[in-house]
């Protein structure tokens, strides 16, 4: 009775040992009829006999290699293990912590000088996805984002890609053990588009910015964009920029119309040059009425007591009498244009502080709109 509950407790132990290990799995071995690498690289056994090369080709690192005989001759690469053998080996054992031991038989396989190739894998495979600047899903749980490796074991899984404003994308991966699997997402974005022109007419061609950042078209144009919220901005050189909100909705098309003051810089400064030309033309020909005026009143009196010289002395009167009241009659005109364009100008200056443009330095203003 106590020999029994002792090999119950060692099996107990054994399998307790074992019972959450993984297994390594055989995938292949083959002769490489036509690899000289173990007759270059020569290698002898204690008998003297030319050892065979044996590559392990596996997807897992930190592992051992035990031969029956003890001794072993390794050569770590990427993905690989050489393992110098006698022809006479009868077996190997791969060790990885966490797995069962996985032992292959030898006997009778091995030539002297020849090379072969073992391949293993563990349990599991690997899945790159890439989805750029979206969300991944495996099985509908959180994964990643971006750019991600998972290692997983072999089964069926569901991958799915997600992007606000962008349809989600789904695929299917069916992973054998040691596989290295790659799925790409490009995900196409929900869309919708904007119908922009401006005007007056000297606006066409002018710049279109969204969210502050240029575009290649001008006005008028019709712009797919993305769903969502917008600043819009339209810019053109001698005009006020057109600054509105948008919302762009799913297959829907909007169409606006940017309606562009002109500039009050440049307003301001063309009536602040045309009320000084109308002044002085105010006063030139105020000037010249008032001494038409004069001329012909004191030439009026040297008339009535004149007796050879009458006849001249009536000529320059009518031609004063003439230009008198053409003169005051552009005095008044100019004077009617001065008001108007001192009046346009207050209002241009108006916007200017509106707009939150100093219009304090008026020769600087000028120059910047002159070239």
């Known amino acids: 009775m106590r020999y029994t509950s002792v090999t119950a407790l060692l099996l107990l132990l054994l399998f307790g040992q074992h019972i959450d290990a993984q297994e390594l799995i055989f995938k292949s071995f083959?002769?490489?009829?036509?690899?000289?690498?173990?007759?270059?690289?020569?290698?002898?056994?204690?008998?003297?006999?030319?050892?065979?090369?044996?590559?392990?080709k596996h997807n897992f690192k930190d592992f051992k290699v035990e031969t029956g005989k003890e001794y072993e001759a390794l050569e770590e690469k990427v993905g690989e293990t050489w393992v110098w053998v006698s022809p006479d080996e009868y077996r190997i054992v791969l060790r990885k912590e966490g797995y069962l031991p996985f032992p292959?038989?030898?006997?009778?396989?091995?030539?002297?000088?020849?090379?072969?190739?073992?391949?293993?894998?563990d349990e599991f495979g690997d899945i790159k996805i890439n989805a750029p600047k979206a969300e991944i899903w495996l099985d509908n749980k959180l994964a990643g984002r971006d750019s991600i490796i998972l290692t997983l074991k072999e089964g069926r899984y569901v991958l799915r890609a997600t992007r606000e404003k962008y349809y989600e994308e789904e695929k299917f991966a069916v992973l054998n053990a040691g596989d290295n699997l790659e799925f790409n997402f490009d995900l196409k974005p929900k869309t919708g588009s904007l119908v922009l022109s401006s005007i007056p007419q000297e606006t066409k061609g002018a710049d279109i910015y969204i969210d502050n950042e240029i575009l290649k078209q001008k006005t008028p144009s019709i712009l797919p964009l993305i769903i969502g919220d917008y600043s819009l901005r339209v810019v053109k050189q001698g005009f006020l920029p057109f600054i509105q909100q948008i919302n762009i909705v799913e297959n829907e098309s909007i169409e606006i119309t940017a309606k562009m003051e002109v500039d009050p810089t440049i307003l301001f400064m063309k009536n602040k040059r045309q009320k000084h030309l109308w002044i002085a033309s105010t006063l030139v020909s105020g000037t010249i009425g008032g001494f038409s005026l004069y001329r012909a009143d004191k030439l009026s009196d040297d008339y009535k007591s004149a007796e050879e010289e009458a006849g001249d002395l009536h000529t320059q009167i009518a031609t004063y009498d003439l230009i008198t009241p053409i003169a005051f009659g552009l005095a008044g005109l100019s004077l009617v244009k001065y008001i108007y364009h001192t009046a346009s100008q207050s209002k241009a200056k108006r916007k200017l502080n509106l707009y939150g443009i100093n219009s304090s330095n008026e020769i600087s203003l000028g120059f910047v709109y002159l070239f």
């Open 30 to 56: 083959n002769h490489l009829e036509d690899n000289t690498t173990a007759r270059i690289n020569r290698r002898r056994d204690v008998n003297g006999q030319g050892c065979a090369i044996i590559i392990i």
């Open 104 to 121: 292959f038989d030898l006997k009778g396989k091995l030539q002297q000088l020849e090379t072969y190739e073992l391949i293993i894998t």
